[in-house]
């Protein structure tokens, strides 16, 4: 293949570290033509396969080839109706292009940025088409959360005629897409733009609306005459490393500053003025998409040195290749095989350093990675006035505790089959509630799946029901 991958027009790291704006503007249409000719159309696509939502990625990227952008998205929007949010956020080196035929001897197809270009050219062009609802049904499904894995839940319903209500605990829409990713990495009107269109196939939303405290799991059946109910409140408790010290001021969960930046728009200083608390040095541990997040966010809220702590070596971080070079080249100090022990206080409780301990990788873990060893006598400090901890969260158990009948697992994830049901009838789920803290493409998948599953559930139920009323009135005697 003598045609090179094509890559993103990206802003320069030395500007975009002082902003909020767009990191990536994506391919332009030029560079998106070159990118679809590397298409080998396999005619077994197993991309396809890879993606969990199942886009027909081959026959999107031939229509490129056509150029018939609107029918390419709208190839996409049959089973995916967050092109636009995926295209930016979604992990495809480990999903559709890991399995691209081309990456086997070149680099693969860039299949997601593929997909960013066509959403974004119908968005552009203001050409977007609702779908046409064919049949309009009476059975009432509640969406239990606005993140990705309730979105396409609600979509997928929507399309197929039934009445959705989505039921958001805060003022936003979008769960993990609004409050834990950053502006620089999805715009909130790419994610606005996308649940208006979700909203056209008639899918109702209730915000500031909390299940478990507003009103029961119970209740939206019995009193709000719901038929079935999809979970998909995600996992937005976070986890500690339980290390001394994390009580000081200046200490913050991953997931505390991020939705603080999103939710008071940091991002729009000085327009908007957010009570958080930076410091010229900042560190932030963890090694995932999150930390990564964090990091950059803080740099840009001026952090002068903003450290990220890894215990392992750079080979087993867990956040997106992308995402790493991205903050690399905007300067974060990645400070690798090395673990915090404490986190130190001056006379006024403020943090104002980390002790951290150097590792080195001793044999492979459970997870197959190598398992970081301390080194002995290799303490040192580094001083920071921010801790922010990036090391795994897990779901509000509210609706664990509120509703009867849920087997919930040992990290209070709802326990569900491989069909998504739960233990209760009637009430299936998806997303980081159930994984404890995966993508956004995996959430998304779990809702397609309970989508389905709730339409096989209500339509076995409607038969069950004309069969005993049929019966019923076969056996009702005949009045002479």
Excluded at 396 to 409: C, R
Aim: with cysteine.
């Amino acid at each position: 293949m003598k045609i090179a991958r094509q890559h993103s027009i990206e802003q320069e790291a030395s500007e975009r570290k002082k902003n909020f704006l767009e990191v990536s503007f994506g391919l332009n249409e030029e560079r998106a033509f070159i990118e679809a000719k590397r298409c080998l159309e396999c005619k077994n696509p197993i991309c396809t396969e890879g993606c969990p939502v199942g886009i027909d990625i081959r026959s999107f990227v031939q229509l490129i080839l056509q150029k018939d952008y609107l029918g390419a998205v709208q190839k996409i929007r049959e089973t995916n109706y967050l092109p636009a949010i995926c295209g930016r956020v979604c992990p495809q080196e480990t999903q559709c292009e890991q399995v691209c035929t081309m990456g086997k001897k070149h680099e693969p197809v860039a299949i997601g940025k593929l997909e960013r270009f066509v959403a974004d050219f119908e968005l552009a062009n203001n050409l977007f088409c609702p779908p046409t609802i064919s049949e309009r049904r009476d059975e009432k499904v509640a969406i239990v959360g606005s993140g990705p894995a309730g979105l396409t839940c609600a979509a997928e319903l929507g399309k197929l005629g039934y009445q959705v209500t989505i039921f958001e605990a805060l003022h936003g829409i979008g769960g993990v897409l609004r409050y834990g990713i950053p502006e620089f990495r999805l715009p909130k009107k790419i994610l606005d733009i996308e649940a208006e269109r979700i909203q056209a196939l008639g899918v109702k939303i209730y915000t500031n609306f909390l299940v478990g405290r507003t009103a029961t799991i119970d209740e939206l059946f019995d009193e709000w005459k719901f038929n079935a109910i999809f979970l998909g409140t995600g996992a937005g408790t976070p986890s500690f490393m339980g290390i001394p010290g994390e009580s000081l001021s200046g200490v913050y969960s991953a997931n505390e500053f991020l939705t603080r930046i999103n939710l008071m728009k940091a991002y729009s200083f000085p327009e908007y003025d957010t009570p958080i608390r930076i410091g010229q040095q900042i560190a932030v541990i963890g090694g995932g998409n999150t930390a990564m997040d964090a990091v950059r966010t803080a740099k840009r809220l001026g952090a002068e040195r903003a450290y990220l702590i890894y215990r392992r070596s750079r080979e087993e971080m867990p956040a997106r290749e992308e995402e790493i070079h991205h903050a690399e080249e905007e300067g974060i100090e990645f400070l690798l095989l090395t673990n915090p022990t404490k986190i130190l206080g001056d006379k006024n409780n403020w943090v104002c350093g980390i002790e951290c301990l150097k590792m080195e990788l001793g044999d492979s873990d459970d997870s197959g990675r190598r398992k970081p060893v301390a080194i002995k006598d290799s303490e040192f400090v580094i001083p920071v006035q921010t801790v922010i901890e990036a090391v795994g969260q897990k779901p509000n158990p509210i609706i664990q505790q509120t509703t009867s009948g849920l087997n919930v697992g040992k990290r209070g994830t709802v326990v569900v089959n491989d069909v998504q049901q739960t233990s209760r009838e009637g009430i299936f789920a998806g997303g980081d509630l159930t994984r404890g803290g995966a993508t956004v493409i995996l959430a998304m998948g779990d809702g397609k799946i309970a989508a389905k599953e709730i339409h096989k559930y209500l339509q076995a139920k409607s038969k069950k029901l004309e069969e005993q009323f049929t019966a019923t009135t076969i056996a009702e005697p005949v009045l002479a």
